[in-house]
């Protein structure tokens, strides 16, 4: 899922971000969303959600986009982490999934095992209500 992080001030609903300028990591889902859903927003593309922070702090942009787990670890570790909010709109939704290299049955096995494990004791929907 993609949201977006803005400062802590800025407005709640997503739409209101339709014309704003926001950044995103270059050749990223993401990027391509924001480019779909507000064709008239101005999109910066940055190498990395770092530097996308940083022009965030900086006022260059009025919100960033990134994986909803990515920017919650981000803003955890950020020492100013007040002056910023993620917003609860979604701005995509996309599943994710783990790829494991042929050839490697015991890792697939273990990988697959655990993710049953984790639906069967609920474990999965407790995750899921977390972070999505």
């Known amino acids: 899922c993609q949201q977006f992080l803005v400062p802590a ?5 997503l739409d209101e971000y339709s014309k704003a300028r926001i950044g995103a990591v270059k050749g990223t889902t993401g990027e391509q969303a924001l480019h779909q859903r507000f064709p008239q927003a101005r999109v910066l593309s940055y ?50 999934g783990v790829g494991v290299k042929k050839g490697e049955p015991a890792l697939l096995k273990a990988v697959n095992d655990e993710l049953v494990k984790l639906e069967k004791t609920g474990e999965a929907a407790k995750i899921y209500d977390v972070w999505f």
């Open 47 to 96: 190498d990395d959600i770092p530097l996308a922070l940083t022009a965030l702090r900086n006022g260059n942009v009025q919100a960033i986009t990134q994986d909803s787990t990515i920017l919650a670890g981000l803003l955890a570790e950020a020492p100013d982490k007040a002056k910023f909010k993620i917003l609860p709109d979604l701005l995509s939704k996309e599943e994710i």
């Open 9 to 13: 001030g800025s407005p709640d609903k």
